[in-house]
Each structure stands twice: as C-alpha cells, then as structure tokens.
Nanobody, 117 residues
Framework: QVQFVESGGGLVQPGGSLRLSCAASGSIFGIYRMGWYRQAPGKQRELVAAITSGAYTTYRDSVKGRFTISRDIAKNTVYLQMNSLKPEDTAVYYC???????????WGQGTQVTVSS
C-alpha cells in the first residue's frame, strides 16, 4: 500500500502564494499518476490538479493559470505551487496516487490552506 504525507499549508492573504508538498512511500512502483484534491467545509472533495508519470498535467478550471503541479520522481514527491490565492481556495488539501484506470483514494491527514485577510 502507498502512503501520502502532505505538508506546506498555512494562512496566507489573498493574492499570496504557498507551495504544498506530498511525499509518497510504500508500494510506489505502480503509481501512474499523482494528484492534489481539496475539500472545503460542507463541500465534496474535488480534484484540483494531476500529473502522470509522463509529466502530462491537468487542472481544474478554477485554478488554471494560478496553480502548477510538478513531480520529483527521484524523491517520490509531488508539489503544488499555488499563486494568486483566493479565499475560495480555502480547504484541506490532500494528495493521492493512482493507476491508469483509477485513483487509490488512500487519504492522509491533508494540509490546511486558509486564504484570508
């Protein structure tokens, strides 16, 4: 089984930036893609960005142009650079991995991101 540990969240003012990190450990050899999800209070968890082993990336429309996902395969780590943050980005952010056909949905503790003045 694969475990994910997220870090890098915090409190930031609107327009600010944060960089999230997610370290994967365990049975990582079958991971084809990794992604960042978020869940705001009272809302469903949603996929924010994903990256495949071939570095193909996809983004949720609301974060395009502001967020960048990247992956360091040697470190088994995926990052989410978040710029121009908005209050609506406030959520707990989780990372996950998956195969070509589905996500593991193996959730860690997540990291809280709060955008507020």
């Amino acid at each position: 089984q694969v475990q994910f540990v997220e870090s890098g969240g915090g409190l930031v003012q609107p327009g600010g930036s944060l960089r999230l990190s997610c370290a994967a450990s365990g049975s990582i050899f079958g991971i084809y893609r990794m992604g960042w999800y978020r869940q705001a209070p009272g809302k469903q968890r949603e996929l924010v960005a994903a990256i495949t082993s071939g570095a193909y990336t996809t983004y949720r429309d609301s974060v395009k142009g502001r967020f960048t996902i990247s992956r360091d395969i040697a470190k088994n780590t995926v990052y989410l650079q978040m710029n121009s943050l908005k209050p609506e980005d406030t959520a707990v952010y989780y990372c996950d991995g998956g195969t070509m056909t589905g996500w593991y949905e193996n959730w860690g503790q997540g990291t809280q991101v709060t955008v507020s003045s």
